[in-house]
């Protein structure tokens, strides 16, 4: 099953203008990770954010994790071209007992030159 | 170093035969997940290694799955009496230790036919 609920599905600006895009996810995590995937590829690690921390930041990412509304936003700055693809959030569920990464349907971001 | 490597990265076979999809993980990751993602929707769940032994083995959807590690780096995982339901992307991945951010191959695309 699908934890995570990416917003918006689909995403289209200009090179230059910031992306953002949320997720929404619903039992108690111990960490969230947000992932990237261009067409016909794997999924890449792009950030992982604990569930003790509220911002973090890497180069022209930020991502904010808010526990009490179970939801976080990824935010990709100046963007480019290149950044185009879809982004996924995924988490892990502290009660499952095993490490089981759960991920939502995914934001399709496209970054028009 | 090289990646997760997955072959074949198409595989077409019709309904009712056996098919068996092959993961090289990254060398010395310990932890090994497959997931299996439908056009459109996020990566699923299906089973997670640690060493030579399935962790939890809780997504696959029934017995006709299968996987192995056997000797705690290649999995093979395995599928019997295919149905058309089961087209998708098989998607490996790979960490160094639990709760590591996910190496993702390039998946196999599976189209039974």
């Known amino acids: 099953s699908q934890q995570g609920e990416e917003d918006p599905q689909a995403l289209s600006i200009q090179e230059g203008e910031n992306a953002t895009m949320n997720c929404s996810y619903k039992t108690s995590i111990n960490n969230l990770q947000w992932y990237r995937q261009n067409s016909g590829r794997g999924l890449v690690h792009l950030i992982l954010i604990r569930s003790n921390e509220r911002e973090k930041h890497s180069g022209r990412l930020r991502v904010t994790l808010d526990t009490s509304k179970k939801s976080s936003s990824l935010l990709i700055t100046a963007s480019r071209a290149a950044d185009t693809a879809s982004y996924f959030c995924?988490?892990?569920?502290?009660?499952?007992?095993?490490?089981?990464?759960?991920f939502g349907k995914g934001t399709k971001l496209s970054v028009i030159p | 170093g090289a990646g997760v490597s997955q072959t074949p990265s198409n595989k077409v076979t019709e309904k009712g035969k056996y098919v068996e999809l092959r993961c090289d993980p990254i060398?010395?990751?310990?932890?090994l997940y497959w997931y299996r993602q439908s056009l459109g929707q996020g990566p699923e769940f299906l089973i997670y290694f640690q060493g030579t032994g399935a962790a939890d083995d809780s997504g696959l959807p029934n017995d006709r799955f299968f996987a192995v590690r056997p000797e705690g780096s290649v999995s093979t995982l395995k599928i019997q009496r295919t149905e058309r339901g089961d087209s998708a992307v098989y998607l490996c991945a790979s960490s160094l230790t639990d709760y590591s951010p996910l190496h993702f191959g390039n998946g196999t695309r599976l189209t039974v036919t």
């Open positions: 060398s010395g990751h310990t932890a």
């Open positions: 995924a988490t892990d569920d502290s009660g499952a007992g095993s490490y089981q990464l759960t």
